[in-house]
């Protein structure tokens, strides 16, 4: 990761190497925080956010569901995102943490008197599992990790905690040689990758999981969109693992990965082993939107 000029922190823009915490703050030890993760693109017209107002409704519902009181308003965090790229001097595609923790000051596990902080961080990042992974897809494994259980945890929300079941479901696939991992959920079917939501396509359906056990992802939903547009007919619906072996074409889509092909899962060649068709139309229609080159969808991107 690139360091940039400044990161925003509590309402001011503080250089990148001063925004320190203390040892003793409350998330690094409990875990309760929620964040969210952003891009902005170079479009065009200069560099645009895309979807800043769907990230930051997220990021606020996880604080509701998580029993954290932002210390800032939506429309505060909104133009907060803004004033930091503004500040930065960014000359590539960005990526945007925003995070809202707890602090130093309270220890011990209940959680509501320990002071909440805010924070925005920007840097630039390329393509989250490679430029080669977009054109030619990954090596995914079916994790042992199951899904965290939506009867403990809080899949709504993008809350820290629940990321600690990701790592350890990436920390095993890339140790066994694959690139990402697809969790199951607590009944064996395909719930999401460790930060993404899956689709395949069998024959000409594009099918994706309900959102049951996977994040309500932003990106899911521009697919979905676009799959409408394109007369693409969608099912959302329970996914085996071994029917995953056996469709036509896969991807995964987040933020971060953007609309990643799947070229195989446990080894089983997925497809013809390369990006799909269909997968390739969707992942161009999805640039052709985040770069601000398809009208019909401008109004998801903040201009800086
Ligand atoms: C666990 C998980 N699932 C799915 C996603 C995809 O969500 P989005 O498209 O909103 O980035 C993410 C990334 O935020 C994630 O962390």
Not at 130 to 135: A, P, R
Not at 188 to 213: H, Q
Not at 281 to 298: C, H, P, T
């Amino acid at each position: 990761m690139e360091k940039a000029k400044y990161i925003w922190m509590d309402g001011k823009l503080v250089d990148w190497d001063k925004a320190q915490v203390h040892v003793l703050t409350h998330t690094l030890h409990y875990g309760n925080g929620v964040f969210e993760g952003t891009r902005a693109y170079q479009t065009a017209d200069g560099l645009a956010i895309y979807k800043l107002k769907e990230h930051t409704k997220r990021l606020f519902n996880s604080a509701k569901i998580t029993a954290i009181k932002p210390n800032f308003t939506i429309e505060e965090m909104e133009k907060a995102h803004v004033e930091l790229l503004q500040s930065n001097d960014f000359k590539g595609n960005v990526y945007l943490r925003p995070l809202i923790f707890l602090g130093y000051g309270v220890m011990g596990v209940h959680h509501v008197n320990a002071p909440v902080h805010s924070m925005i961080a920007a840097w630039e990042w390329g393509a989250y599992l490679g430029e080669e992974g977009l054109e030619n897809g990954i090596k995914v494994m079916t994790s042992s990790i199951v899904r965290n259980s939506i009867r403990s945890n809080f899949g709504k929300a993008k809350a820290v905690a629940n990321y600690l079941n990701s790592q350890m479901a990436k920390y095993e696939a890339i140790e066994a040689g694959f690139e990402e991992a697809l969790m199951l959920d607590d009944n064996g079917f395909a719930a999401e990758g460790t930060g993404e939501c899956l689709f395949i396509v069998r024959d000409g359906k594009l099918i994706s999981p309900p959102n049951d056990n996977s994040l309500e992802s932003i990106t899911q939903a521009t697919v979905l969109e676009l799959a409408d547009d394109m007369g693409i007919p969608v099912e959302r619906r329970n996914i085996t693992r071994d029917e995953i072996y056996i469709c036509d074409e896969a991807f995964f889509t987040g933020t971060a990965a953007e609309v990643t092909p799947i070229n195989s899962l446990d080894n089983r060649v997925i497809g013809n082993g390369k990006r799909g068709e269909m997968t390739e139309k969707l992942q161009s229609a999805y640039f052709d939107v985040v770069f601000g080159r398809n009208e019909k969808y401008k109004h998801y991107l903040t201009y800086i």
